[in-house]
């Protein structure tokens, strides 16, 4: 069974402009999360996407945006970087049921993305 | 709306000594309840998770925690810590299945020798 992946590892990045962060997620899983953890704090929800569709968006600008594709990995935007968005990016893959549950109830996390803005 | 507290910033034991990392929630609804761990560098590791049950909850790596619905908090122990498990402790909640996860600031695990 193969893990959560992310890429690249680390990115440097300038003010203003656009990156693109990259996940797979585990085998079987069809729901992936993403969260931001800035430098000494909890990790902070973004949003999250089930069957190409976003399910649900935390306190973040629309310059933050996601897409999942049909294998379920998924991608996260963000445009006209911001010093601020200097982070670590995490992504979280669970399986998520149809009514009537099935769900898994745990998201497991990948090593995430340190994203650097200069 | 749900809320999470982790009460110390940072906590210092020795090696072989008990510890107890405490975690206060606020929900008006019930919740699920999750303690991850964060090694240096790296991503997040699920320890344990409290669905419903049993509020005694055992995880990996010899760590439990043990749900209080009155007194609202779902605090990790263990009774022997190890060099290995310096790290960031984050407690969690989630209202629903597959939700998303509010997490707390995180508690540094600081192991003495």
């Known amino acids: 069974e193969t893990g959560v992946t992310q890429s690249p590892t680390h990115l440097i990045k300038t003010r203003g402009q656009q990156v693109t962060l990259r996940c797979s997620s585990q085998?079987?899983?069809?729901?992936v999360s993403w969260y931001q953890q800035a430098l000494g704090q909890g990790p902070q929800f973004i949003f999250q996407y089930y069957r190409e569709e976003e399910n649900g968006r935390g306190n973040f600008p629309p310059r933050f945006s996601g897409l999942q594709f049909p294998n379920y990995s998924s991608e996260l935007n963000v445009n006209a970087l911001e010093l601020d968005d200097s982070a670590l990016y995490l992504c979280a893959s669970s399986l998520a049921g149809t009514s009537g549950g099935g769900g898994t109830d745990t998201q497991y996390f990948g090593p995430g993305t340190r994203l650097t803005v200069l | 709306a749900q809320s999470v507290t982790q009460l110390d910033s940072q906590v210092p034991v020795f090696e072989e000594a008990p510890v107890e990392l405490r975690c206060n929630y606020s929900?008006?609804?019930?919740?699920?309840l999750f303690w991850y761990v964060q090694y240096p560098n790296q991503g997040l590791q699920l320890l344990l998770k409290y669905l419903s049950g049993s509020t005694l909850v055992k995880g990996i790596n010899g760590f439990e925690a043990e749900f209080n619905k009155s007194q609202t908090s779902f605090h990790l122990r263990k009774p022997s810590v190890h060099i290995s498990d310096t790290a960031e402790y984050f407690c969690a909640v989630s209202m629903n299945r597959d939700d998303k996860i509010i997490f707390g600031k995180g508690t540094r695990l600081h192991i003495l020798p």
């Open positions: 085998s079987g899983h069809n729901t």
């Open positions: 929900s008006s609804v019930s919740v699920y």
